[in-house]
């Protein structure tokens, strides 16, 4: 042990993750109550990271809300520390150098997360080091809203009756205030993007906006109005408390707590189902014959597809990292039932994307519009895109926002028609029912 380490005071390490915030944080209140100096550390994981563009727009967002959270924490006389590389080398490491009483986390349900956790877990527990779990991102987690069989469920309307039922019998809106006393006193290493190997993006989260929040139900279909909320990247990161968010929706907005619902309920499908990673949820779709043409999916990405509205999203969400809910739902919904695409290609490319990307609602959402989910839009539900275009974007403002170049000749004609596309995709379908 070396003589620093046996001068310290044994540390409670708070590990944020996607937590990235200091008020109603769970893990990091209970460290703070504990009764130790609390040392508050980020690690970039490269085991992510590696996979990444250097202008990530998301790496660039954590940076600077890391930096944000570092110099809150220096006017309480603390700093965060950051570290970068794979978790369980960054967790030796500390280890060697801190004296360390426990470990605060709070829990993440994807399964790389799950997986790494228990890797780290043991590596703490061998060396006598506690490693405690909270609930934050979530008002239920997986084992909470259960049938009474006690399986999950995997139909979302009885789903979300059950999560409202569970919310009247607890305290699980609680918000949870910090003691800074105990925060230990060092000075941070954080130094700048370009030392973690990333740069600057262009493209920027956007700050959340309940302007509209009170008349989402109205306007949340027509995306010309650019009445968002952008609160998903913010609830990906942990920014934004989900508790307090919900408090907020109970009174302003039962359409966008809704969507809150659905979020967790495809958090639990994909904890109790981890398959849906790669694999659709109802079997049976597996024997779906796709095309899976690499030039019309390289037009698809690019918005020059010839249907305005599913080229004005993909064009939205490459210059912007953001596309509209419903044009979400065009967009996937032409991919997969009008190019007979496989779904998991469109999933991957949104991943890359998308500022909001969260494994198990893209995931849900995908196979939602490929109809292979666990609560999907039946196959036979086939969208057409230019009847969207007249009901939600009728007088052409998100079209021509997007698509510049939509009143001149050089704007694509249709890439398949309508009617072409939606008998063959239900013969496709129907091959295997």
Not at 291 to 299: C, L, T, V, Y
Request: hydrophobic share 35%; aromatic share 14%.
């Amino acid at each position: 042990m070396t003589s620093k380490k046996k001068a310290e005071l044994p540390y409670h390490i708070f590990w944020f993750r996607r937590d990235l915030r200091l008020n109603d944080n769970i893990g990091l209140q209970k460290a703070l109550l504990s009764g130790k100096p609390v040392l508050p550390i980020f690690i970039f994981d490269s085991e992510i990271l590696s996979e990444l563009p250097k202008d990530d727009s998301r790496v660039h967002f954590i940076f600077q809300t890391l930096e944000y959270i570092n110099l809150s924490l220096q006017e309480k006389g603390s700093g965060l520390m950051v570290y970068q590389g794979k978790p369980i080398e960054i967790w030796k490491s500390i280890i060697k150098e801190h004296n360390i009483a426990q470990v605060s986390y709070n829990k993440d349900y994807e399964p790389y997360a799950r997986k790494r956790d228990l890797t780290i877990e043991k590596l703490l527990n061998d060396n006598r080091i506690e490693f405690i779990s909270y609930k934050d991102q979530v008002i239920f987690e997986e084992g909470e809203i259960l049938k009474k069989d006690l399986k999950p469920y995997t139909v979302f309307t009885p789903y979300s009756k059950k999560w409202f039922i569970k919310l009247e019998e607890g305290e699980y809106l609680k918000v949870h205030k910090n003691n800074w006393e105990n925060l230990a006193k060092i000075n941070s290493n954080i130094t700048t993007l370009e030392s973690y190997g990333f740069e600057a993006s262009g493209i920027k989260v956007k700050e959340i906006n309940f302007k509209h929040v009170d008349h989402y139900h109205d306007i949340r279909d027509f995306p010309a109005m650019d009445a968002t909320t952008y609160l998903s990247p913010h609830l990906r990161f942990g920014t934004i408390s989900i508790r307090e968010l919900v408090k907020q929706l109970l009174k302003t907005s039962p359409s966008l707590l809704n969507e809150i619902i659905w979020r967790e309920f495809f958090m639990q499908i994909l904890f109790h189902f981890p398959k849906v990673v790669s694999h659709n949820f109802k079997a049976k779709y597996d024997a779906v014959n796709w095309r899976n043409h690499e030039g019309e999916f390289e037009k698809w990405c690019q918005g020059k597809t010839g249907y305005p509205m599913v080229d004005a999203g993909m064009r939205q969400l490459n210059e912007t990292g953001y596309m509209h809910n419903r044009v979400r739902m065009i967009c996937a919904g032409f991919l997969c039932k009008h190019l007979l695409i496989d779904w998991r290609w469109g999933e991957s490319y949104f991943a890359k994307k998308l500022l909001d990307y969260e494994l198990s609602s893209n995931n849900g959402n995908w196979q939602w519009a490929a109809g292979t989910g666990c609560d999907a839009a039946p196959y036979f539900r086939i969208f057409n895109p230019s009847e969207q275009l007249k009901k939600f974007d009728k007088n052409l403002e998100y079209v021509r926002k997007w698509i510049p170049e939509y009143d001149d000749f050089s704007y694509p004609e249709p890439m398949v028609e309508h009617k072409i596309a939606r008998e063959r995709a239900l013969a496709a379908y129907k091959l295997i029912l």
